[in-house]
């Protein structure tokens, strides 16, 4: 199953280049799972046929860069966030399966209508989730997770078409699944665990070759 993996952007200024990259981790994790990892560029003409041209199955929108669109954004990368909008409307139209992953949750929700807040204290740390009264099997086994944003979801904050599945001490969205396709969000990042946890396993098990249940 070939997954594509959106690619965050970084400036080297020493080259005046700006490089797509990605965490080496993720190829690990996702070859342990039995997918074939395919990046993302970010400069593509048209995004939505290199997409079919190449066979995606999966999508992951991966962590780094903020959204263009926020205030007091830093690390921008515009031509990411085209990117990853355009991914999103063609796994939409294709009923693709997608996870988002910290930044990939933000966009997501924001491309589905929602809003994003800025959070203290999530930044490097660990800390305790807690599942809600509609939480699917898939995100049973989350108690703690790793963290590194500085922008989340509000319980007001979350689009209409996506029921939350993990909240914070402080009542953010750290979780969520779409209410139809086979889209979630996580605000932690699975390819940082060491060993990969199996909980992250059976999420992206689960989303990619078969739709989650719904309550």
């Not at 700006?18 to 990892?37: A, T």
């Not at 990368?77 to 063609?90: I, M, Q, V, Y």
Request: hydrophobic fraction near 40%; charged fraction near 20%.
């Amino acid at each position: 199953m070939r997954i594509g993996i959106s690619q965050r952007v970084d400036t080297v200024p020493a080259y005046g280049e700006r490089r797509d990259c990605l965490d080496q981790q993720w190829f690990r994790f996702l070859e342990s799972l039995g997918f074939i990892p395919v990046p993302v560029p970010n400069r593509l003409s048209n995004i939505q046929r290199w997409a079919s041209e190449v066979g995606l199955e999966g999508v992951i929108l991966s962590g780094g860069n903020d959204l263009g669109s926020l205030p007091g954004a830093s690390n921008v990368a515009p031509e990411r966030d085209h990117t990853e909008a355009e991914l999103l409307s063609w796994a939409h139209a294709h009923d693709i399966p997608v996870i988002g992953v910290c930044r990939g949750l933000q966009m997501m929700n924001v491309w589905l209508g929602g809003q994003l807040v800025p959070v203290s204290g999530h930044t490097a740390v660990r800390h305790p989730v807690v599942c809600t009264a509609t939480t699917d099997a898939l995100f049973r086994a989350f108690e703690e997770v790793n963290s590194f944003h500085n922008w989340g979801v509000s319980a007001e904050g979350v689009a209409e078409s996506l029921i939350p599945q993990c909240l914070s001490a402080e009542g953010e969205v750290e979780a969520f699944l779409h209410h139809r396709l086979a889209w979630a969000g996580i605000m932690w990042h699975p390819e940082r665990e060491v060993p990969f946890r199996d909980a992250d396993k059976h999420l992206f098990t689960g989303i990619f070759r078969g739709k989650p249940c719904r309550h």
